[in-house]
């Protein structure tokens, strides 16, 4: 069954690389709904992170193509109960209306919005959160004139990761031990090895 | 020892240029290929790679360059080189329709997992994505074909980006490298630092640590087994792993097939090898596999050629996968037990722990099977009745002549199946072809290449009449040159393996597959190389004695049967379990 899927992929700074791992959704016809790079716990180690909606087959040997690039050092996917995850929104409103309609201010504060710049004829808003609750926001902004809408891509940390640190260190000597050579995703699912 | 002393004692012997000397960036590519141990580059010069060749014009001594007709020529002949040689094939290209050119082989070496190096030129930095004159964005055109690509603008960075380049694409599963070069870099004066190979990327890791515990999971299944079924590819000869995998069958007793990249790593006439698989393989191998009750596959990715319908392919059976690349494991077919590794360390670790046996009665299964191939196909293939020749026979007569020992070169389509089907194989990386890609045009090329990485081996180019037309301007490069190449056109007038499948699938609605052929033997010798057209049964025997014993080059086309089919096959969306001998 497809369900949203979030990847988050170690990576070194290269140019080239976002194609590189772009062409691996494209490639197979798969949207990618959502992607972020930023850089991660670790200096000159990227991080990416992309949502897809496929089944966790297909999201594993995504998985491995992805870690199969030169330049990537680890790919792993969370569903949406693994991760704590956001993204950030942006509104345009006309401040007439905003000053106005005392009610707007009052939407914003029950959706943890804040301004962010306000002017004489435009206030822009800032929210953070998920998916429904960005979204909930633009239908409520709708009726008061909303100009402009943008949503960043999802940011989401991994619940149950220890962070990057002693991985990069495996990394780096010339014989990894088990830590970075462990087939994580065939270990996951243990069934598979039962004889 | 001086550069004199070593010019007199060995004149090949290379100096190499002592670190914190000022070199250009074009020389720098130079010492990295002789660190590298390169001998042979394939190329064409042009407009933004001329400070390379330049530079080259000094080291004609140290690296044979040979100039092909054509950049494809160039890049499926470093494919040839490489599969022979076991080494790390090179090619040289300029900017834009030069490295545009090269697309083709870097698709077919990256799905064939064969190592390259292609250094393509590229214009001034300050050039880049102004619509320059033969400028293309050659690196994300050819992101998705190579295994790693680089764009290099200053020259500081070509030692250590050429070293990473021969080390990405020798190790782990092999493939294509393309460094692209800006002129500027090219010309560039730097402070060389002298070259260091490279063997550690940390984001990369071409050798998993084998895990024992798969190892010994793998080890029970194979000790429990009634009916095992080794399946074996190109990741045996890759892995230079022939011996261990002998080692392994031969004490295990497993009867073993290949698929088309994997023939010739095991000898054709060993008492296990039963035989090829896949859509055009043998009898026994595609109906077995729905019998196996554990199949150990090698080295091999399950390709759909091989499988047939995928969810009809081996269901009854436990499924062990020896590869390098973590990626194939369970992309096609599900392993119940993984062993993820180089199969140069994980056989001898598998063959330590497998009991020593023999599996008569499953072995003669595969006879049997063997038994109606050779009555329904193979025979009447080999010893026609008719006037007409076919290709079976033609193979049959080369084997008795080269014993087997040859390297034979194929091209694509039917020719190929026929060629993979009966070639007798003495030795491994002998058997060079375009497996996953398909790439008619592969085999002039090719072969020339193969000539290169194994000038003492007899190298025969099987082609079609098709595939020959479209690198046949590679004949020049064998006129300039002279590699030894003996090719065989087996000329049946048509685009034949279309044809088949119009003539079985479409109605004999024959849609432009009848081509028709230049005087191959006028084209021959227009380029000076001999030639001969075999039309009767009588003359094959001598013609290809002639061919073989000629010293240098030698074109001999054959005409064969125009609407002979290859078979067994299994159709496209049946199961490996319904191959048609008819």
């Given at each position: 069954?497809?369900?949203?899927?979030?990847?988050?992929?170690?990576?070194?700074?290269?140019?080239?690389?976002?194609?590189?791992?772009?062409?691996?959704?494209?490639?197979?016809?798969?949207?990618?709904?959502?992607?972020?790079?930023?850089?991660?716990?670790?200096?000159?180690?990227?991080?990416?992170?992309?949502?897809?909606?496929?089944?966790?087959?297909?999201?594993?040997?995504?998985?491995?193509?992805?870690?199969?690039?030169?330049?990537?050092?680890?790919?792993?996917?969370?569903?949406?109960?693994?991760?704590?995850?956001?993204?950030?929104?942006?509104?345009?409103?006309?401040?007439?209306?905003?000053?106005?309609?005392?009610?707007?201010?009052?939407?914003?504060?029950?959706?943890?919005?804040?301004?962010?710049?306000?002017?004489?004829?435009?206030?822009?808003?800032?929210?953070?959160?998920?998916?429904?609750?960005?979204?909930?926001?633009?239908?409520?902004?709708?009726?008061?004139?909303?100009?402009?809408?943008?949503?960043?891509?999802?940011?989401?940390?991994?619940?149950?990761?220890?962070?990057?640190?002693?991985?990069?260190?495996?990394?780096?000597?010339?014989?990894?031990?088990?830590?970075?050579?462990?087939?994580?995703?065939?270990?996951?699912?243990?069934?598979?090895?039962?004889? | 020892?001086?550069?004199?002393?070593?010019?007199?004692?060995?004149?090949?012997?290379?100096?190499?240029?002592?670190?914190?000397?000022?070199?250009?960036?074009?020389?720098?590519?130079?010492?990295?290929?002789?660190?590298?141990?390169?001998?042979?580059?394939?190329?064409?010069?042009?407009?933004?790679?001329?400070?390379?060749?330049?530079?080259?014009?000094?080291?004609?001594?140290?690296?044979?360059?040979?100039?092909?007709?054509?950049?494809?020529?160039?890049?499926?002949?470093?494919?040839?080189?490489?599969?022979?040689?076991?080494?790390?094939?090179?090619?040289?290209?300029?900017?834009?329709?030069?490295?545009?050119?090269?697309?083709?082989?870097?698709?077919?070496?990256?799905?064939?997992?064969?190592?390259?190096?292609?250094?393509?030129?590229?214009?001034?930095?300050?050039?880049?994505?102004?619509?320059?004159?033969?400028?293309?964005?050659?690196?994300?055109?050819?992101?998705?074909?190579?295994?790693?690509?680089?764009?290099?603008?200053?020259?500081?960075?070509?030692?250590?980006?050429?070293?990473?380049?021969?080390?990405?694409?020798?190790?782990?599963?092999?493939?294509?490298?393309?460094?692209?070069?800006?002129?500027?870099?090219?010309?560039?004066?730097?402070?060389?630092?002298?070259?260091?190979?490279?063997?550690?990327?940390?984001?990369?890791?071409?050798?998993?640590?084998?895990?024992?515990?798969?190892?010994?999971?793998?080890?029970?299944?194979?000790?429990?087994?009634?009916?095992?079924?080794?399946?074996?590819?190109?990741?045996?000869?890759?892995?230079?792993?022939?011996?261990?995998?002998?080692?392994?069958?031969e004490k295990s007793g497993i009867p073993a097939a290949w698929t088309i990249m994997g023939l010739s790593a095991l000898a054709t006439d060993h008492p296990l090898n039963v035989g090829m698989l896949g859509m055009h393989g043998n009898y026994g191998p595609n109906v077995l596999t729905n019998e196996c009750d554990v199949l150990i596959a090698i080295g091999m990715r399950f390709d759909d050629r091989v499988t047939g319908r995928l969810d009809k392919y081996a269901k009854q059976a436990q499924v062990i996968h020896l590869d390098i690349d973590p990626a194939e494991i369970d992309k096609n077919v599900k392993s119940t037990v993984p062993v993820w590794g180089d199969c140069k360390e994980t056989l001898p670790l598998l063959t330590e722990l497998v009991d020593q046996k023999v599996y008569p009665q499953w072995l003669e299964k595969f006879h049997d099977y063997r038994k109606q191939e050779e009555e329904q196909c193979i025979q009447p293939e080999m010893h026609p009745e008719g006037e007409v020749m076919t290709m079976a026979e033609v193979l049959d007569a080369l084997n008795e002549l080269t014993g087997g020992d040859a390297v034979i070169v194929t091209d694509v389509g039917q020719h190929q199946m026929v060629a993979c089907r009966y070639a007798k194989f003495t030795q491994s990386k002998s058997n060079i072809t375009s497996g996953g890609l398909g790439t008619m045009g592969f085999g002039l090329p090719a072969a020339i290449g193969a000539k290169y990485g194994a000038p003492e081996r007899q190298v025969v180019a099987i082609i079609g009449d098709g595939g020959?037309?479209?690198?046949?301007?590679?004949?020049?490069?064998?006129?300039?040159?002279?590699?030894?190449?003996?090719?065989?056109?087996?000329?049946?007038?048509?685009?034949?393996?279309?044809?088949?499948?119009?003539?079985?699938?479409?109605?004999?609605?024959?849609?432009?597959?009848?081509?028709?052929?230049?005087?191959?033997?006028?084209?021959?010798?227009?380029?000076?190389?001999?030639?001969?057209?075999?039309?009767?049964?009588?003359?094959?025997?001598?013609?290809?004695?002639?061919?073989?014993?000629?010293?240098?080059?030698?074109?001999?086309?054959?005409?064969?049967?125009?609407?002979?089919?290859?078979?067994?096959?299994?159709?496209?969306?049946?199961?490996?379990?319904?191959?048609?001998?008819?």
């Open positions: 069954m497809k369900q949203e899927f979030t990847i988050t992929v170690y990576t070194e700074n290269q140019i080239g690389l976002l194609t590189r791992i772009a062409i691996i959704f494209s490639r197979r016809k798969i949207n990618v709904e959502s992607l972020n790079t930023s850089p991660s716990e670790i200096e000159n180690i990227h991080r990416f992170n992309i949502v897809i909606n496929e089944t966790e087959e297909v999201v594993k040997k995504l998985c491995r193509q992805i870690e199969k690039q030169v330049e990537v050092l680890k790919a792993y996917y969370s569903s949406n109960d693994e991760i704590i995850w956001q993204e950030l929104a942006l509104y345009k409103v006309p401040t007439d209306q905003v000053a106005e309609k005392v009610q707007v201010e009052r939407l914003l504060r029950q959706y943890g919005a804040r301004a962010v710049v306000i002017r004489t004829d435009y206030t822009v808003f800032e929210a953070t959160g998920h998916r429904e609750e960005t979204d909930k926001l633009i239908e409520i902004l709708g009726e008061y004139g909303l100009i402009e809408f943008v949503r960043s891509a999802r940011v989401a940390i991994i619940k149950n990761s220890k962070g990057f640190h002693d991985k990069i260190r495996e990394f780096e000597k010339q014989e990894p031990g088990e830590e970075v050579v462990e087939n994580e995703y065939l270990d996951k699912n243990e069934s598979i090895f039962s004889m | 020892m001086s550069t004199a002393t070593a010019a007199s004692a060995e004149p090949k012997k290379h100096t190499a240029i002592p670190a914190t000397t000022t070199i250009s960036g074009s020389v720098a590519v130079l010492e990295a290929f002789i660190a590298e141990g390169v001998d042979t580059i394939f190329g064409y010069p042009g407009g933004a790679i001329m400070p390379i060749y330049d530079a080259l014009y000094d080291y004609t001594e140290k690296l044979n360059h040979i100039l092909v007709r054509h950049e494809q020529g160039g890049i499926h002949a470093a494919q040839g080189y490489a599969r022979t040689s076991g080494k790390t094939g090179v090619v040289f290209a300029t900017s834009g329709p030069g490295a545009t050119n090269l697309v083709t082989g870097l698709a077919d070496a990256m799905i064939d997992s064969t190592p390259l190096v292609c250094v393509t030129g590229q214009v001034f930095a300050h050039l880049l994505g102004t619509d320059a004159f033969q400028e293309t964005d050659v690196i994300n055109i050819t992101t998705p074909v190579t295994k790693w690509n680089y764009q290099v603008t200053d020259a500081n960075e070509i030692p250590h980006v050429l070293a990473k380049a021969f080390y990405i694409a020798g190790s782990g599963r092999p493939g294509p490298v393309l460094i692209d070069i800006t002129k500027n870099a090219q010309l560039q004066q730097f402070a060389y630092e002298g070259y260091k190979k490279c063997d550690h990327i940390r984001s990369y890791r071409p050798k998993p640590l084998v895990r024992k515990e798969y190892i010994r999971q793998a080890a029970d299944l194979i000790n429990q087994a009634k009916k095992p079924f080794v399946l074996f590819g190109q990741g045996v000869i890759l892995g230079k792993a022939e011996q261990e995998f002998r080692a392994f069958i020959i037309q479209m690198t046949i301007q590679e004949l020049g490069t064998i006129m300039q040159f002279g590699a030894a190449v003996k090719i065989i056109i087996l000329n049946n007038q048509f685009l034949g393996m279309v044809r088949q499948w119009q003539q079985l699938f479409h109605d004999k609605r024959y849609s432009f597959v009848n081509i028709t052929s230049p005087d191959y033997i006028a084209v021959a010798k227009g380029y000076y190389i001999e030639a001969q057209k075999v039309e009767v049964r009588e003359q094959l025997r001598g013609a290809l004695k002639q061919m073989l014993d000629h010293d240098g080059a030698y074109l001999l086309e054959i005409m064969v049967g125009k609407e002979n089919n290859v078979f067994p096959m299994v159709p496209q969306g049946c199961s490996v379990a319904e191959i048609r001998l008819k």
